[in-house]
T-cell receptor, first 111, second 113 residues
Framework: EDQVTQSPEALRLQEGESSSLNCSYT??????LFWYRQDPGKGPEFLFTLYSAGEEKEKERLKATLTKKESFLHITAPNPEDSATYLC????????????FGGGTRLMVKP | NAGVTQTPKFRVLKTGQSMTLLCAQD?????MYWYRQDPGMGLRLIHYSVGEGTTAKGEVPDGYNVSRLKKQNFLLGLESAAPSQTSVYFC????????????FGPGTRLTVT
C-alpha cells in the first residue's frame, strides 16, 4: 500500500526565515511525486512534478528535491504570501493516474 | 478557460436527504476524480473515471455513487446523507497516460446535520 507522510504538520516562520518541508513516501514504483499548494477555502494548486531521485525543480522562492525515500520543499526567504498548506502526493504506475496524498504541512509566515 | 468548476459551493443537508454534486471541466481531460478532504485525513479518493461511461471505486467509495455520461462532466451522488459525510469535496481532472498533474476545482463544503 502506498503511503505518504508529511512533516511537520504545522510550521511557523518569520518573514525571511528559510526552512524545509519533508515528504516521506513508500510506493510500488514511483511514476511521479507531486507538490501542491492549497490556500484556505480553495482547491489544491499544482506546483511541481518530480520523476526520479536526484531531480530538482524551482519556482520563485520554492525548490523541490527528490530522493528514493523522501522529497523536500525548500522555501527561501519566505514572505506572508507563502502562507498556505503544502500537499505532497505520489503516483504509482497504475491505470487511472491515481494519487496518494499526505496530510499536508500548514505554513504560516509572519511579517 | 474556466478549468474545473464545481456546483454548488456550499450545501447543508439533513440526515437521509439526497443530493448530487456536479463537476465540469473544459480541458478535454479523459480522467476525472472525486476526493473528500477532512481535517487530519488529507485528500482521499472516493471514485474516479478514465473516460466517458466508465467509473471505478477509490479508497472511500461507500455511501457515494458517480456517473460520467459526458466527457466534460462527473457527477457525485449521495443517496442517503449521513453526518459522517460532512466534508469538503473536490473534483479533479487529468490528461491520460504518464505522470500528468491533476487539476482541482474550488471545492464544495457539505454539512450533514
Amino acid at each position: 500500500e502506498d503511503q505518504v507522510t508529511q512533516s511537520p504538520e504545522a510550521l511557523r516562520l518569520q518573514e525571511g526565515e528559510s526552512s524545509s518541508l519533508n515528504c516521506s513516501y513508500t510506493v510500488s514504483g514511483l511514476r511521479g511525486l507531486f507538490w501542491y499548494r492549497q490556500d484556505p477555502g480553495k482547491g489544491p494548486e499544482f506546483l511541481f512534478t518530480l520523476y526520479s531521485a536526484g531531480e530538482e525543480k524551482e519556482k520563485e522562492r520554492l525548490k523541490a528535491t527528490l530522493t528514493k525515500k523522501e522529497s523536500f520543499l525548500h522555501i527561501t526567504a519566505p514572505n506572508p504570501e507563502d502562507s498556505a498548506t503544502y500537499l505532497c502526493a505520489v503516483q504509482a504506475p497504475v491505470a487511472g493516474n491515481m494519487l496518494t496524498f499526505g496530510g499536508g504541512t500548514r505554513l504560516m509566515v509572519k511579517p | 478557460n474556466a478549468g474545473v468548476t464545481q456546483t454548488p459551493k456550499f450545501r447543508v443537508l439533513k440526515t437521509g436527504q439526497s443530493m448530487t454534486l456536479l463537476c465540469a471541466q473544459d480541458m478535454n481531460h479523459e480522467y476525472m476524480y472525486w476526493y473528500r478532504q477532512d481535517p487530519g485525513m488529507g485528500l482521499r479518493l472516493i471514485h474516479y473515471s478514465v473516460g466517458e461511461g466508465t467509473t471505478a471505486k477509490g479508497e472511500v467509495p461507500d455511501g457515494y455513487n458517480v456517473s460520467r455520461l459526458k466527457k466534460q462532466n462527473f457527477l457525485l451522488g449521495l443517496e442517503s446523507a449521513a453526518p459522517s459525510q460532512t466534508s469538503v469535496y473536490f473534483c479533479a481532472s487529468c490528461a491520460p497516460g504518464g505522470a500528468y498533474e491533476q487539476y482541482f476545482g474550488p471545492g464544495t463544503r457539505l454539512t450533514v446535520t
